[in-house]
């Protein structure tokens, strides 16, 4: 359940109210879903409930489903993500250099670097794949 929301929760018609959601995924991506949630000043609660919002419009309009038929529509796919990550890149770059000199050798900012490293190498990737 999303903390501060027991008026809505009180508010809902019965047999519709939140119940708690555990999810299980990988350490790596767990650590990096915080951290995007944390640089942009976030709770990962709001941003989940933003996904399920997105998730349940999309369901309820039944939106097609991006055509990817030809290269072009996919090399542009492809693009949109790696524009995305390179937001996300340098919103962590920002991050990392707000972080004081003296907290520079802190799990903080190793974790912080860390995440930089892994979205270079996905960006690398995607952008060789992109150009093939």
């Given amino acids: ?37 944390a ?13 399920m919002v997105e998730f349940t419009n999309a369901v309820a309009v039944r939106k097609p489903l991006p055509d990817y038929s030809t290269k072009r529509q996919r090399r542009a796919a492809v693009s949109k993500i790696i524009k995305q990550l390179e937001q996300i890149r340098d ?26 490293t892994y979205l270079e190498t996905a960006i690398d990737a995607l952008v060789s794949i992109e150009s093939i």
């Fill in 91 to 116: 919103c962590e770059q920002g991050y990392c250099d707000r972080i004081p000199e003296n907290l520079q050798n802190s799990v903080v900012y190793e974790k912080a670097e860390e995440f930089l």
């Fill in 39 to 51: 640089t942009a000043n976030t709770s990962m609660a709001a941003k989940l409930a933003e996904f």
């Fill in 1 to 37: 359940m999303i903390e501060g929301n027991a008026a809505m929760l009180e508010n809902q018609p019965e047999g519709k109210r939140y119940k708690q959601l555990k999810i299980s995924v990988d350490p790596f991506t767990a650590a990096s879903f915080k951290e995007a949630c």
